[in-house]
């Protein structure tokens, strides 16, 4: 690569600045264009999964969520690629290690990375030419597709309105906590940029013409407001060429730029009430307390991070002194520090989960006396240092599970960026960290300035309302119900004729002289052997390892067999990887374990997993997950001795504290992950391993967790009882078998330590069990008050006697980018879909915040139909296989790289059948994806589970056999 200087010009870009970043192994140049007034800054460093990144300061000017609908727009076809949906063509044919959008409440980002540099080249220029250059102006169809359009019933006279956006914010907001989030911003915001939902509310959606929304584009997508990002270990010069030549060499510079301002917190110290929707049948759901607090500018590095470790230190242990003091004064259930450091004025909000909301006041008074409290006596000294310790491990580890860092790292600078100041501080976190180590009374300094002397704050009360949902939907109904009356019959004209156009939009295939416009690897390009985890094992010593390079780090699962608890107390395996490692021990109160923790892992939790290569054939376990510095390996060893030795089954209360969080956890999850619960339900009928995660994590666990929670307010002591027995007949040496991911050269140390802790266990005779479940297809429904719906439906192939082949992989792009994008998403309106098939037999469809119900599943079920008539030309294969090989070849972090290589282990899989898999997969076919009709003809949907729309499931109670509310 050629030497950068600074101040001079490079493509159009004058160097401003060169600034080493040692936090990351950077280092940093940041440019300015000279004619079209683009800002642009390049990471060099060596890492391969390189990262482009394209921002827009793009703030909402009301709820109608066009910066939320434009994202999506853009990306469905642009002057240069003509086809409708260059994203999903990119998704079914590149090598990208992350593709997608993302809107914020003031930004919009267009990120996409990739290992490979041809397809970096790539997928840059398919998303620059979007951004610039989108069809949005001769499609209206386009708008009417990803925003809103009107539904026309002749028949019933009404109208009603549909959209892949509408849909997708009906879904993500009937989760009672981001209504909160939206009513919190509401309050402290007003009507400003941060109080207006950029996602869009499905109310106000249908108010945003097609018009406003083309001038959104023209006046925030110019080069003047976009922020360019690069990063990784590329040929710059390259980039920067094209950037300028390609694009911003055809714009002048603007000074229209937006900007965005401190704001006045018009309801200041006032105590705010507003509703959510509850379900009409089952429990009504909790109610939410928040305290809200504007906490300074966004542009501080350090505050961002000073405040992030404030709110654990606070709020999410069980040490933190206003989680304490609210749950003891009987205020709550469970508590969580909510910051938002997204906006331009930070928020941290106090947040109070199934308040009692008739203590609204004592709410208010025990936070402010905290407050006083703290300031005058200090904060805890261990629960600081640990936190400071838990967050230097975090930021040292850079674990982002399937996130490049680099676009961590792109969203961390944007913070100042975007308002106008460098952007490299926001990158000198461990700088950061350091600095508060060792500046005694910071934090005390902190909560006294944003917490104690700040008269900007909100108090709301958040509350459900049963019937609220009704109203709403009926509020809708009036307002189109009005519009219809006011239209004139060459508006329902209009209306028919865009139905009609958008249904030949959606419907035309793209010729393939328009998709051979999009750039495409040849398989050619594609390593030929695949890359599973390397792993040792030693199976009498019932020790693996995956060797890795760490850095120091020890990544450490140790598995105990759960054959060795009979069928009936399965539950309380998953009860006691809630309990363990916060309830009492010997040694450690229920308030100081966490602290104690914090100083010796950067992980340590407990888990149910199972592993299984077919239905008849599988390993489950509970997993004791530790992450920790070498050095810290004696201490670890000897707290996971205390936890599991020496817990405390009979401190009911403290139970009591921990089994209510988990079971307000387990609601949030099932409100925001309602597919993956709805697809393991589904499997939990067929499959004894995915019945097993039901009744330790899914649905089945949730119902019991609230059979726990009452029958700990009547009588605890079964319950100890059977966690005792449980616990008793798991941690024993006969049990236990380990996983090991380390440097190669830590390996030996860290296994005679693990064999010592193995001795320690009980050493017995044990039983073992096969469980007899009744598995048997089931067509469930559990109800919620949300406006959309997730639907499943799943199979074991192997019943119906086929055996797994690669071809499945190549079938699963296609169906997902194909048939169901097409079908389910395009002109369903889902915001998603999807289908897999496992080694296993288990395979599955759904949907992802899909207004329909019986459509869908038609869909699936005409799925073998359709693949009988499939055909594909050379490239076509081409595009679908890389999208496949894509898939298996994603970078993995260390954790990853350790839960691979154990899956591998448990289900008995050889680099001979990575190789064969990866095989077959280069080599099909589109007539081997014809004969997958065979496969697809075990999908009838008498298996199914949808979760969601109440008024929707009891429209169609005919099509389940179960119905129940799922909360």
Known sequence: MAEFKQNEIYFGFRLQKIEEINDIHSTAYLFSHEKSGARLLYLKNADHNKVFNVAFKTPPENDCGTPHILEHSVLCGSRKYEAKD?????????????????????????????????????????????????????????????????????????????????????????????????????????????????????????????????????????????????????????????????????????????????????????????????????????????????????????????????????????????????????????????????????VFSIIAKNADVKQADAFIRIIDAEWKRLAAEGLPVDLVKGALRKFDFLLREEDYGSTPKGLIYATRLMKRWLHGEDPCDSLRLLSVIERLKKDEGYFERLLTEVFLHNEEKTYLVFTPEKGKAQKDAQAFAEKMAERRSAMTDADLAEIKEDAEKLEQFQTKADTPEILAQIPLLEISEIDKKPQPAPYNADTAAKFLHVPLESNGILYLKLMFDISAVPQELLPYTGLLTELLGKLDTEKYSFQTLATVKNQIFGDFSLHNNTYNSHAADYRAFVTVKEKLLKEDLDAAIAMTEEILFHTKYDVVESMKKIVKSAKIKGENELLNQSHYFAIFYGGSNLFPALRIEDITSGIRYYRFLCEIDAQLEQDAAPVIAKLKKTADLLFTQRNLEVALGCEESERAVVKTKIDTFRQKLPAKEQKYFVYNFDLKPERAAFANAGGVLYNTTSFDYQKNGLAYHGKYQVLKTIINLEYLWNQVRVQGGAYGCGCQFMRSGFSYFYSYRDPRLTETYDIFKGLAQQIKLFNADKREMTKYILGTINTLDQPKTNMEQLNHAIGRFYKQLTDADFLQERTEILQTTAADIRDCADLLRCVDCENVCSIGKEQKIKENENQFTRIESLI
Request: charge should be negative; aromatic fraction near 14%; charged fraction near 25%.
């Open 86 to 346: 260059p994203f999903n063509e990119l998704a079914k044919g590149s090598l990208n290690t992350f593709l997608n959008a993302m809107t914020y409440a003031d930004k919009t980002m267009y990120p996409v990375a990739s290992c490979n540099e041809k397809d970096f080249h790539n997928l840059m220029d398919v998303y620059l030419d979007a951004v610039f250059f989108p069809k949005i102006y001769e499609k209206k169809e386009i708008f009417q597709q990803e925003g809103w359009r009107y539904l026309l019933n002749e028949e019933k006279n009404t109208l009603d309105v549909t959209g892949v956006v509408f849909n997708e914010m009906k879904g993500a907001l009937s989760d009672p906590e981001s209504l909160l989030s939206g009513a919190i911003s509401r309050s402290i915001f007003g009507k400003t940029t941060y109080g207006y939902e950029s996602g869009g509310l499905p109310a106000a959606i249908p108010d945003l013409t097609y018009e406003s929304f083309l001038n959104f584009h023209r006046k925030y997508y110019h080069p003047s407001n976009a922020y360019f990002y690069l990063y990784g270990d590329m040929e710059p010069m390259a980039c920067l060429q094209h950037i300028s030549e390609d694009y911003l060499d055809g714009f002048e510079k603007s000074d229209a730029l937006p900007v965005i301002t401190e704001t006045e917190c018009v309801q200041k110290g006032k105590l705010l009430h507003e509703t959510y929707p509850a379900a009409e049948e089952g429990e009504e759901g909790g109610s939410f307390l928040a305290y809200s607090i504007k906490a300074g500018k966004c542009t501080d590095p350090e505050r961002v991070m000073a405040l992030q470790i404030l709110s654990y230190i606070l709020l999410e242990t069980n040490a933190s002194p206003l989680k304490t003091a609210l749950l003891d004064a009987g205020i709550c259930q469970e508590t969580e520090g909510w910051f938002d450091s997204s906006t331009y004025e930070m």
